[in-house]
């Protein structure tokens, strides 16, 4: 049974048109003001199109073939099929569809960027990086380019004409880039020559596109030692004059591929930069701060990532499960006409199935609900409007990308169990799924590194104001709803849990004001719980909303089937909440006490 795919374009509807009412907060905002629902749907369809047409063909022979290096030319040659469809996928515009106008994008929201971007990832993560990453080299050079390097770089980047990358770590250092060596030196004439080594570049070369532009970071001469003394240059794989005519190749080149667990189809490089030629992005020495614009996106990305997995892992499973008869029903034959009884009949089977659909649709209206507040951060007239919702999203960032991937290898695993022994096979395609989940939770900062950053930055050095902002938007809603008895089974848990995230909270900060490694060793725990108070907040409210449709004398089972998978998600998933709260709070003691000898 070959992979299949259908986009969950009834579910994406839902989230935005009925969860969020997404177009009435994005008309209200200038950048936005034509965008409605038929716009809204009539892209999303297309885009399920093109990812299921085009791009989920290529996924499990893709990852069977994987890259190949030329090492005399240094040139890498992606999968078969892997550039024809970035052709499709550049001559049908689609890279251009949240990019600034001004540089000849199509100027949508980054919602429903998001939305398409799910379901390129449910089709192929692995090609999906290719165009991926090049909007987050865009983002970077949008924020902090000097004119010249906008003018040149962002209408082929905008066109898919050229694709980015983002050269950050070395073989030395992966997260604490304060210690990498890469050097630049001034040329005199406003350039730089640069040299060093970069490991793990995502799509650092390929036979995609025309050019490649790639972020680097490295030290001037006079750099202070750590991270305040990285900057940031761009440095293109063929220089270019200033209308886009591409001349000689820059002294920057594939060393070698990466052998790795998953993702076979994207190049993962290491990049040698041999005196390379680049301009500085940005001020001298804040590199960093360019870089996060560039980061941040990526985070949101990753979680986007592991969403498309779980969603198209959960299909399949579903599928399966429904076809593959093994064993009778507990309580008698369920399908007595076949020598045994569909496995979808079995309590654990639904019970991993449910866990992967809750997952899916939680990380949706998760990561959507993000995204809308980052379009309202970049382009409302308010500011104290933009500003809200720029700190909802640095608070959501490192829960989108954490918790999302956790999810995503939790039931990409669950999924592949349902198959048994044929999801171990590659023919299934149900093990790439897990492999190819499991960078996801490594790169872009790994989870413990996003749970240190939540609760380390976003949380206890504003003294909690940006949690409270969204304890406050929580307790309005527990407020309005609390008086519904139909919400009662929704409302209760959510009000529970908001209080204890609120003690936790301040336990774990007293706690660190004596104990930094407090911080250390509750950090992962506590990001895990709040990603549940923000997904209960949110199956709270996609209930209500089915409820409310119920009553109108709907009868779609969609609805029907949004409730059973909220109960389950109250029932058997939120309560892992109550572990997570008893190991944040048994502190440090028991990590820190033995010897490193010990070990």
């Not at 936005?32 to 063909?57: C, Q, R, S, W, Y």
């Not at 030319?73 to 949240?98: I, K, M, N």
């Not at 983002?166 to 880039?177: F, R, S, V």
């Not at 939120?574 to 010990?598: F, H, K, Q, V």
Request: hydrophobic share 40%.
């Amino acid at each position: 049974m070959p992979v299949s795919y259908t986009p969950p374009i009834r579910d994406m509807q839902f989230v935005l048109h009925e969860l969020l009412h997404a177009t009435d907060t994005l008309r209200a905002l200038p950048a936005h003001a034509e965008v409605d629902v038929d716009t809204v749907n009539a892209i999303l369809e297309e885009g399920g199109k093109f990812a299921a047409g085009v791009v989920l063909p290529l996924n499990l022979p893709g990852d069977a073939q994987g890259c190949r290096l030329d090492r005399d030319t240094h040139a890498v040659t992606t999968p078969d099929g892997f550039a024809d469809a970035y052709r499709q996928y550049v001559e049908g515009g689609w890279p251009s569809l949240s990019c600034d106008p001004e540089h000849g994008g199509q100027g949508l929201p980054h919602t429903l960027n998001q939305c398409f971007y799910e379901m390129l990832n449910s089709a192929g993560q692995a090609w999906t990086m290719y165009p991926g990453l090049s909007h987050g080299a865009y983002e970077a050079l949008h924020a902090h380019g000097t004119e010249a390097q906008k003018k040149l770089y962002l209408p082929r980047l905008t066109s898919g004409e050229w694709t980015g990358t983002m050269c950050l770590t070395e073989p030395h250092c992966g997260t604490d880039l304060g210690l990498l060596r890469t050097k630049a030196e001034p040329v005199g004439d406003g350039t730089y020559r640069i040299t060093g080594q970069k490991i793990f570049i995502s799509a650092g070369e390929h036979d995609m596109a025309a050019n490649i532009i790639h972020l680097v970071l490295a030290r001037l001469p006079d750099a202070p030692a750590g991270s305040k003394g990285i900057s940031l240059f761009v440095v293109p794989k063929f220089h270019a004059s200033a209308d886009g005519t591409l001349g000689e190749r820059n002294a920057i080149h594939c060393a070698a591929l990466e052998h790795k667990m998953g993702i076979h189809g994207n190049s993962t490089c290491q990049m040698v930069l041999d005196g390379a030629i680049g301009t500085l992005v940005g001020e001298p020495h804040k590199g960093l701060a360019a870089m996060f614009v560039m980061m941040n996106a990526a985070r949101l990305g990753v979680g986007c990532q592991s969403l498309g997995l779980t969603e198209v892992a959960y299909q399949n499973a579903v599928a399966y499960a429904k076809d593959r008869i093994q064993m009778r029903a507990l309580t008698g034959p369920k399908a007595p006409d076949q020598a045994a009884d569909p496995i979808l009949v079995h309590p654990d089977v639904r019970k991993m199935l449910l866990t992967a659909r809750a997952f899916a649709e939680g990380g949706r209206a998760l990561l959507c609900h993000t995204a809308l507040r980052l379009d309202v951060a970049l382009a409302s007239d308010d500011e104290d409007e933009k500003q809200s919702a720029a700190d909802e999203v640095a608070l959501l960032t490192p829960i989108v990308k954490a918790f999302l991937t956790d999810n995503g290898w939790l039931a990409t695993s669950h999924c592949q169990q349902v198959f048994g022994g044929h999801g171990y096979i590659h023919e299934w395609g149900m093990e790439q799924f897990v492999r190819d989940a499991r960078i996801n939770m490594i790169y872009e900062g790994t989870n413990t590194i996003q749970s240190l950053d939540l609760l380390g930055r976003k949380v206890l050095l504003d003294n909690g104001k940006k949690l409270k902002a969204l304890g406050k938007t929580v307790q309005e809603f527990i407020e309005d709803a609390g008086i519904r008895e139909d919400m009662q089974e929704f409302v209760n848990p959510l009000a529970d849990l908001g209080d204890k995230v609120s003690k936790l909270t301040m336990e774990i900060g007293m706690k660190a004001m004596g104990n930094p490694d407090e911080v250390g060793a509750a950090a992962v725990d506590y990001l895990r719980v709040v990603g549940h108070l923000v997904f209960a907040y949110l199956w709270a409210r996609m209930a209500q909303v089915a409820l409310d449709r119920q009553a109108a004398g709907d009868t779609d089972p969609f609805y029907t089937a949004k409730l059973h998978t909220a109960r389950f998600y109250f029932a058997r998933l939120l309560p892992e909440t109550a572990s997570l709260i008893r190991s944040a709070r048994s502190g440090s003691g028991a990590l820190m006490a033995m010897d490193a000898a010990l070990f």
